[in-house]
Structure formats: C-alpha cells, structure tokens
Nanobody, 125 residues
Framework: QVQLVESGGGLVQPGGSLRLSCAAS????????MGWFRQAPGKERAFVAA??????????YYADSVKGRFTISRDNAKNTVYLQMNSLKPEDTAVYYC????????????????WGQGTQVTVSS
C-alpha cells in the first residue's frame, strides 16, 4: 500500500505563487507516475499535471488551463513530486489531490492507483 502526504496549500492573492509537495511512502517500488488533480466546490475532480517518476522518464503532461503557469517536478530520491503554481487565479481555488499511476499518460486520463488526502488552495484578495 502507498501513502501520499500533500503539503503546501494555503491562501494566496491573485497573481501569487504556491508550491505543493507530495511525499510517497510504503510500497513505492511500483510507482511509475505521480501527479495532481483538483476539485473545486460543486465540480468534478479534474486532472492538473502528471510526471513520470522512478526509472521511467520524466515525461510531463498538463491540463490546458494551467499550461505556462504550473510546473510539475520530481525528486526520485525522496519519492516526492512538486507542483509550482505561478500567476494563480481565483478559478484555481480547489482542493488539490496527489495521485499515483502506472504511467503519466494514463494518469492524466484518470487511471489512478492511490490518492492523497488533499490540500486546500484558495486564491482570493
């Protein structure tokens, strides 16, 4: 079993930045991709970004709504992925969930192995 712990959420003004972290522990050997999804109030959970981890290449995928503003990165030694969020907008307000998958392409399609507990990001003045 894999445990995912997110951190880094909070309240930020429009145009500001935040960095989310997700640390994986437990049975991490089989993880080949990690990523982020988000769920705003009254909306379905949606894909944000994914990256290949471990021995897989570091291919990245992004939702169109965050391209050019968000960057996903990894630290294989720490089993941790990061989401750097810049130029934040009120519509980025959501609970952000870390997720694992078999590869980043399928992860972006919603094929998820494990979920984190989520971290709240609020963009407001």
């Amino acid at each position: 079993q894999v445990q995912l712990v997110e951190s880094g959420g909070g309240l930020v003004q429009p145009g500001g930045s935040l960095r989310l972290s997700c640390a994986a522990s437990g049975r991490t050997f089989g993880i080949s991709a990690m990523g982020w999804f988000r769920q705003a109030p009254g909306k379905e959970r949606a894909f944000v970004a994914a990256i290949g981890v471990g021995r897989s290449g570091g291919s990245t995928y992004y939702a169109d709504s965050v391209k050019g503003r968000f960057t996903i990165s990894r630290d294989n030694a720490k089993n941790t992925v990061y989401l750097q969020m810049n130029s934040l907008k009120p519509e980025d307000t959501a609970v952000y969930y870390c997720a694992t998958g078999g590869d980043p392409f399928r992860l972006q399609l919603g094929t998820v192995g494990s979920w984190g507990q989520g971290t709240q990001v609020t963009v407001s003045s």
